[in-house]
């Protein structure tokens, strides 16, 4: 089991900058990638941004030049810099890991923080 613990929502105007955290524990082993989601009152679940194990980094088109995502592994953390943000970027804000397991992987999810942009 992986458990992920979010924090750094909350309300910010647009322009505005936040940084969202989230610690990883329990078993770590075959973590393969390591990201953040969000989800719109409305809408369905989709990617921000997300690293693999190789460091290799993913982001969504409507994020990109805005928000940097980070993994430090000796600490087990991934953040995501969001800067410039825009009303359209409010929702809640899911951690996300991948675990390889088997001939599969297993996806785990923090408990979500709200991310609140105002105009």
């Known amino acids: 089991q992986v458990q992920l613990v979010e924090s750094g929502g909350g309300l910010v105007q647009a322009g505005g900058s936040l940084r969202l955290s989230c610690a990883a524990s329990?078993?770590?082993?075959?973590?393969?990638?390591m990201g953040w989601y969000r989800q719109a009152p409305g809408k369905q679940r989709e990617l921000v941004a997300a690293?693999?194990?190789?460091?290799?980094?993913n982001y969504a088109d409507n994020v990109k030049g805005r928000f940097t995502i980070s993994r430090d592994n000796a600490k087990n953390t991934v953040s995501l810099q969001m800067n410039s943000l825009k009303p359209e970027d409010t929702a809640v804000y899911y951690c996300?890991?991948?675990?390889?397991?088997?001939?599969?992987?297993?996806?785990?999810w923090g408990q979500g923080t709200q991310v609140t942009v105002s105009s």
């Open positions: 996300n890991a991948v675990q390889a397991y088997g001939q599969g992987s297993l996806n785990y």
């Open positions: 690293v693999n194990s190789g460091g290799r980094i």
């Open positions: 329990g078993n770590l082993f075959s973590i393969i990638a």
